[in-house]
């Protein structure tokens, strides 16, 4: 099965407009991104800096850059402060920011406007990145004075389960939190990372609005 094949069987499974279908492409060579784009998945996630940077060069380098400028480049996984300048002029959406650390070094070393999803460690797991809602609420608190950084909302990545109805009450806590937080804050962030290729459709039930689909577009990674 093509991408494009497996892209039109997701979508026949959203029920929702305007949802945001993030194709995960790390671990993958960087023409999968290019056969992405084509079949018209224009929002590519990556995980890891060096492997991300090398990618997003490559493709440039193939494509025109009216084609390039389709790919809106996010970076979906753990994020050291000290690789933060690596995403500069690349990546305009960071989903796992979840300390003023990160905060202070996108202000230092990101030199173009920064959306920013802040990540939740909604199962409390020492394993994972992330932090806990209070924590959150001040590092969004503390953001919202910096002028190149736009907060969306909330991410989280729920614990590991074969049954994946046991992650919707991690979507469901994820969206309540976001309400909470707006409250608390008085903002008015909408966006919602949660829900990946065995759980996005019980996410979005639950009010994502990005979706994080690595191996149901793309196959096991290499």
């Avoid at 025109?64 to 690349?90: A, V």
């Avoid at 003023?100 to 990145?129: A, C, M, Y």
Wanted: net charge neutral; glycine share 6%; hydrophobic share 30%.
């Amino acid at each position: 099965m093509t991408i494009k094949e497996r892209f039109e069987k997701i979508k026949g499974r959203i029920k929702k407009d305007k949802i945001t279908v993030i194709g995960v492409t790390k671990s993958h060579p960087y023409s999968v991104i290019i056969e992405s784009l084509e079949a018209g998945i224009t929002d590519i996630g990556e995980s890891y800096v060096q492997e991300a940077v090398k990618k997003y060069d490559e493709v440039k380098d193939k494509l025109s850059p009216e084609q390039f400028s389709r790919i809106n480049w996010h970076y979906i996984g753990t994020l050291q402060t000290n690789k933060i300048k690596y995403l500069d002029q690349k990546f305009t959406t960071i989903h796992s920011i979840h300390s003023k650390k990160q905060l202070d070094e996108i202000k230092k070393r990101i030199s173009h406007p920064v959306s920013v999803f802040f990540e939740v460690n909604v199962g409390d797991e020492t394993s994972k990145t992330g932090a806990d809602f209070e924590e959150i609420v001040e590092v969004c608190q503390y953001s919202l004075s910096m002028p190149n950084i736009r907060p969306l909302g909330l991410m989280c990545i729920p614990p590991y389960s074969d049954d994946k109805e046991a992650s919707r009450k991690y979507f469901i806590r994820l969206r309540e939190q976001l309400e909470e937080l707006n409250s608390r804050l008085g903002t008015k962030m909408d966006c919602l990372s949660m829900g990946m290729s065995d759980d996005f459709d019980i996410a979005i039930e639950e009010g994502a609005t990005h979706v994080r689909i690595g191996t149901a577009l793309y196959g096991e990674r290499g």
